[in-house]
T-cell receptor
């Protein structure tokens, strides 16, 4: 089974600073990769996903993530944090060919300091 | 268009009672997932429905948990004889294809007293 590791359960950045949220997966076969965001008292919303093709994926709200096979990573970045980015972020993977399960990381809570 | 809806949004129940949580997926989505999110935890997979195939129940934590999906659309998650450790937010998601992105409902917050 897959495992997904998100380093840092809590990340704080200053408004305007770079956001970097880390995600590593365990599979030797590149899976499908996703980042979801959960705002307070809301459901999860897809930020971006990687299935095939270009390894740098751009998502909503200025976020992007790069799939690095050699590092089994899919870190999420945003050049300049905004107050509205404060939320919980979840990395998820889905095994190619099965699709039965999504494996979620434990989440990273992002705080943006004014 | 309409997203995934869940009801009730909040449920408080006494220990030992049974509860039913409902999920209405996006119309046409063949895949439906249930997850549990406990305070400070990630999402715990519970069960997965894909079309008319037998559901993947591998994530259900005990035989007190069951789920069904009627007519390939609405799903109900039932928890029998609730325990305090069942308190969590229960999330439902649907997707159009097997490896497609999942669309999540707002969740049902279950509190067992």
């Amino acid at each position: 089974a897959q495992s997904v590791t998100q380093l840092g359960s809590h990340v704080s950045v200053s408004e305007g600073a770079l956001v970097l949220l880390r995600c590593n997966y365990s599979s030797s076969v590149p899976p499908y990769l996703f980042w979801y965001v959960q705002y307070p008292n809301q459901g999860l919303q897809l930020l971006l996903k990687y299935t095939t093709g270009a390894t740098l994926v751009k998502g909503i709200n200025g976020f992007e993530a790069e799939f690095k096979k050699s590092e089994t990573s899919f870190h999420l970045t945003k050049p300049s944090a905004h107050m509205s980015d404060a939320a919980e972020y979840f990395c998820a993977v889905s095994d190619r060919g099965t699709g039965n399960q999504f494996y979620f990381g434990t989440g990273t809570s992002l705080t943006v300091i004014p | 268009g309409a997203g995934v809806s869940q009801s009730p949004s909040n449920k408080v129940t006494e220990k030992g009672k049974d509860v039913e949580l409902r999920c209405d997926p996006i119309s046409g989505h063949t895949a439906l997932y249930w997850y549990r999110q406990s305070l400070g935890q990630g999402l715990e997979f519970l069960i997965y429905f894909q079309g008319n195939s037998a559901p993947d129940k591998s994530g259900l934590p005990s035989d007190r948990f069951s789920a069904e999906r009627t007519g390939g659309s609405v799903s109900t998650l039932t928890i029998q004889r609730t325990q305090q450790e069942d308190s969590a937010v229960y999330l439902c998601a649907s997707s159009l294809e097997r490896e497609g992105e999942q669309y999540f409902g707002p969740g049902t917050r279950l509190t067992v007293t």
